[in-house]
């Protein structure tokens, strides 16, 4: 199936800090990417869709201000996690969708773990 | 607004068949049921969907009830690497492309 990168594949930061990931669909564009936040023993929770040329769709509850999401090429959709805190420590993972591929499916990332001291 | 009902867990011995099971009895003709896994701090992997029909794979078979009120996902031989988080997903059309994961079954392979 198609390969989704992402980068870094762990962080640890200070308080208040910023934290940039990266997600990249290696051999298809995509032109939609979608963000997830999974807490331990927790299920995956979308946080906002991501569409290329254009701004995110940030699901209910989630601030766009301190998540914001990039969507510069058809490969690479990135989340900036504003002034982190201790309570966004949490597992983001991304998936994109091979509009070209033989089988209709999201493929996700390997995730990011994100502790925030 | 839960629109999949799975068991929390289920054992399975190492080389036997897993029989998944999940409910979908609000499920609309346009919907598809997929089947996604996360083994432990992986992003999940698709393994398979249907939307009438049974399907195999590589990787799996999945039996769909004349209804479509619910669907067994099946692992033939089940190994160790097998033991994961199985997510039973129904979705329209994917043009609309919104995944929403229940708790899933924790599957684990005994040895």
């Known amino acids: 199936g198609a390969v989704v990168s992402q980068h870094p594949s762990w962080v640890i930061c200070k308080s208040g800090t910023s934290v940039k990931i990266e997600c990249r669909s290696l051999?298809?564009?995509?032109?939609?990417m979608f963000w997830y936040r999974q807490f331990p023993k927790q299920s995956l929770m979308l946080m906002a869709t991501?569409?290329?040329?254009?701004?995110?769709?940030?699901e209910q509850g989630v601030e766009k201000d301190k998540f914001l999401i990039n969507h510069a090429s058809l490969t690479l959709s990135t989340l900036t996690v504003t002034s982190a805190h201790p309570e966004d420590s949490s597992f983001y993972i991304c998936?994109?969708?091979?509009?070209?591929?033989?089988?209709?499916?999201?493929?996700f990332g390997p995730g990011t773990r994100l502790l925030v001291l | 607004d839960a629109k999949t009902t799975q068991p929390p867990s289920m054992d399975c011995a190492e080389g036997r068949a897993a029989n998944l099971p999940c409910n979908h009895s609000t499920i609309s003709g346009n919907e598809y049921v997929y089947w996604y896994r996360q083994i432990h701090s992986q992003g999940p992997q698709y393994i398979i969907h249907g939307l009438k029909n049974n399907e195999t794979n590589e990787m799996a078979s999945l039996i769909i009830t004349e209804d479509r009120k619910s669907s067994t996902l099946i692992l033939p031989h089940a190994t160790l690497r097998d033991t994961a988080v199985y997510y039973c997903?129904?979705?329209?059309?994917?043009?609309?492309?919104?995944?929403?994961f229940g708790t899933g079954t924790r599957l684990t392979i005994i040895p």
């Open positions: 991501s569409n290329e040329g254009s701004k995110a769709t940030y």
């Open positions: 998936s994109a969708r091979d509009p070209s591929g033989l089988v209709e499916t999201q493929y």
């Open positions: 997903i129904v979705v329209a059309d994917f043009g609309n492309e919104k995944l929403t």
């Open positions: 051999d298809f564009q995509a032109t939609t």
